[in-house]
């Protein structure tokens, strides 16, 4: 039988992400994230709907998101599901949830600039932010110039 568990989800985060560590001192973000639908009735009617998920990140991941998002920032998510089963320490009731384990993300904004008011906040390595202007072009080891960005290369 064919397994397959992954999510892509994009929206905006509903409260600040809160970082805890594990005994072992392992990083563990949870955050919320309101994924919005919009459409159109029969009758022309525009609805709107929101889902809340539940995130949990580990590691850098975690530290990273911890660091640079907050409240109403945009995120794009890759993770895969996970049901969590456990009794209530008050009731003693049997207590579950659905969850999505972050695997890897990507910021969707970008503030202008971060709290300080210095440069924009940098983008964790390995993790991408959508494309606003290219990077630019190393300068050559020797001092000379950079090569002209309008080159023929196709990749």
Do not use: H
């Not at 895969?80 to 049997?94: E, I, S």
């Amino acid at each position: 039988m064919a397994n397959f568990n992954k999510v892509i989800l994009a929206g905006n985060l509903t409260r600040d992400p809160e970082l805890r560590y594990t005994p072992k001192g392992t990083a563990v973000a949870r955050l919320g994230l309101a994924v919005n639908r919009t459409w159109r009735t029969e009758s022309g009617e525009k609805k709107e709907e929101a889902t809340f998920v539940d995130i949990d990140a580990f590691g850098q991941q975690a530290e990273v998101i911890c660091q640079y998002l907050k409240k109403g920032r945009s995120l794009l998510v890759e993770g895969r599901l996970k049901y969590d089963q456990w009794d209530d320490k008050q009731t003693g009731q049997k207590r579950s949830r659905l969850l999505v384990v972050l695997e890897s993300f990507s910021f969707l904004d970008s503030p202008s600039r971060n709290a300080e008011g210095g440069a924009p906040a940098p983008v964790s390595p390995g993790r991408s932010a959508p494309a606003v202007a290219p990077p630019p072009a190393p300068a050559a080891a020797n001092g000379a110039a950079p090569a002209p960005e309008d080159d023929d290369v196709p990749f």
